[in-house]
């Protein structure tokens, strides 16, 4: 029994020592480390360097045993044309200073890498289809405005977009068709009594996500009745509509690929 525990606290030992590899790609500094307190060196170099907040990095490797992370920076670049500017002015002085840093690849302890960075995604998160809800449509103008609510089910591509910090998005666009039930009545057709009608729908717009559980959507679109609608005359046939809504869906559109290299901001 003794030897079993034994063995048990050797292996939990070893387990919480295990070194586990770093996905290559791009990253972000989320601390301000002074040199004299820095564990990040030129590599196979002891010197000291320097670690700068929100600078832009990509992870190039790792050693054999993957205590140690090899990391290139994004290049640092300066801007032309604006001399005048004392904002780009000071940032060319910074960034002239961190020149020599485009050319060299670092080291720096796996363990601090992971505490003291994020993961930097790409701004297209992917495209996905999903089930849009437009509730509320804008009609018209002047003597036939009319603002309605639609039951309307519409299955659209969507594109998702966001910034480098987030694997979802934030920003989607979108394309769909559907069929919507609109309303007839005497103001709006030649009916002599109110009845709903099939249209069949095509509309485009973006959805914006300010969190998980809440968006807005705005769209516009067009719809065209059934043929055996269609003499009705519906004054909003085929004309555009614009549509609005909240938490019109919920689709999260979320990505794995890292944001590829460039300049720093």
């Keep these: 029994m003794k030897q079993i525990l034994f063995l048990a606290i ?4 070893l387990n919480l020592n295990a070194q586990t590899e770093i996905k290559k790609g791009s990253y972000i500094f989320d601390e301000n480390i002074i040199t004299n307190q820095s564990n990040m060196t030129v590599k196979d170099q002891k010197a000291p360097i320097e670690i700068i907040k929100n600078s832009k990095i990509t992870v190039v490797g790792q050693s054999d045993d993957l205590k140690k992370v090899y990391i290139k920076y994004w290049k640092y670049t300066l801007s032309e044309g604006t001399d005048k500017n004392p904002l780009t002015l000071e ?3 910074e960034n002239a200073k961190l020149k020599p840093y485009n050319d060299s690849v670092f ?3 796996a363990e601090i890498f992971k505490k003291i960075t994020s993961p930097l995604y790409s701004y297209y998160k992917g495209t996905t289809v999903g089930v849009y809800t437009v509730p509320f449509r804008l009609r018209g103008s002047g003597n036939n405005f009319d603002f309605e609510s639609s039951l309307s089910l519409q299955a ?3 594109l998702g977009l966001g910034t480098q910090r987030m694997d979802s998005s934030w920003f989607d666009l979108s394309l769909g068709i559907g069929l919507t039930g609109v309303n007839l009545n005497s103001d709006n057709s030649l009916v002599t009594e109110s009845r709903t009608a099939s249209a069949f729908t095509v509309s485009g717009g ?3 996500k300010p969190s998980k559980f809440a968006n807005i959507g705005i769209f516009v679109g067009f719809d065209n ?3 055996s609608d269609r003499d009705v005359d519906w004054v909003h046939n085929g004309n555009l509509w614009v549509g609005l ?3 019109v869906s919920f689709n999260a559109i979320t990505t794995t ?3 590829a290299p460039g300049n720093q901001d």
């Design 10 to 13: 050797i292996l939990l030992g």
């Design 91 to 93: 940032q060319n002085e």
């Design 107 to 109: 080291e720096l302890p």
């Design 156 to 158: 659209n591509i969507v």
């Design 206 to 208: 973006m959805v914006i």
């Design 225 to 227: 009745l059934s043929r």
């Design 245 to 247: 809504g909240i938490n």
């Design 257 to 259: 690929e890292s944001a």
